[in-house]
């Protein structure tokens, strides 16, 4: 009975310790595989981005919302790395957007994987100097719902492991001001904001794209020699200026206000400016 008792302990020994053994490498895996972050936390539906992806993507797509929908839109800028100046090449840049009903409505060219994208769709893929274009459609916000109108860009570098995504909004939707209230300004890969010009009857978004910048888990930290300013792709918030010459010399004219959205540059001079030089 002895013998018996003492086999039977140390098999119930063995066995439990095996039993810590196992479970012990059960949790090491399951430790290593949460330390295996996904880049940008993840995407819902990012990942159709590789349905029916076509094997040579140009820096410029052109979307059938350019000619079925209302409004013509062009989205068009460069791609750069996270120091916000060198061009990134090679990137490929895929988008979804809803029609001008604000649906993801579909076409017989839409692949069933892809529906829930609908029809306007599509891939970019920067070129050597970084530079894409997108000629679409704008979108308009979900019906019955208070989602301001927005674009999905899914971006996909060349030694990035997986996609991350980035939202655009459009500074002259009413809904925006109380979406950002809600969820704050994220500005993933750059300003997520567009602001539109027109161009006779087609509305041009220049949107630079800055690689990794507001990722969360991007494996290259920021830049560390730059001490002040603002943060590379984030906006200049609004200001009035002071007119030192020109029509509104004199006066703290607001341009936009009475020249309407036009691309302009804001030239610092100083506090001893030589005008000469300046308006040459």
């Known amino acids: 009975m002895n013998k018996i008792g003492l086999f039977l302990l140390l098999l119930t020994l063995f066995i439990s310790c095996n039993g810590q053994t196992n479970a012990k490498s059960q949790n090491q895996n399951v430790s290593e595989i949460d330390n295996k972050k996904i880049i940008g936390g993840g995407c819902e539906g990012c990942e159709l981005m ?9 820096p410029e797509h052109t979307s059938l ?6 409004q013509k839109l062009i989205l068009t800028g460069k791609v750069f790395q996270l120091d916000g100046k060198t061009p990134a090449s090679d990137v490929i840049i895929y988008y979804w957007h809803t029609d001008d009903k604000g649906l993801y409505s579909s076409s017989n060219q839409t692949p069933k994987k892809a529906k829930e994208h609908g029809k306007l769709r599509g891939w970019v893929k920067s070129d050597k100097d970084g530079n ?38 459009f500074d002259d939707d ?3 001001l109380k979406h950002k209230k809600k969820y704050g300004k994220l500005d993933r890969a750059g300003t997520e904001l567009l602001r539109v010009v027109l161009d006779s009857k087609i509305q041009i978004a220049e949107h630079n794209i800055v690689l990794g910048l507001n990722i969360p888990d991007y494996p290259t930290k920021n830049r560390t020699d730059i001490q002040s300013g603002l943060n590379i792709g ?6 009035i200026p002071f007119h030192a010459y020109g029509p509104d010399k004199g006066t703290r ?3 936009v206000c ?3 959205r036009y691309h302009g540059i804001v030239y610092f001079v100083g506090d001893n400016p030589n005008w000469d030089d300046i308006k040459k």
């Open 132 to 169: 894409y274009t997108i000629k679409t459609s704008r979108p308009a916000a979900y019906p019955n719902d208070n989602i301001p109108q927005h674009i999905h860009l899914s971006i996909k570098e060349p030694d990035i492991p997986n996609e991350y995504y980035a939202d655009l909004y």
């Open 50 to 58: 590789y349905v029916e992806m076509p094997e040579q993507i140009l």
């Open 234 to 239: 984030e906006d200049q918030p609004s200001f």
């Open 258 to 260: 009475k020249y309407g």
């Open 253 to 255: 004219t607001c341009p």
């Open 174 to 176: 009413p809904l925006y």
């Open 65 to 70: 919302g350019w000619t079925e929908d209302k």
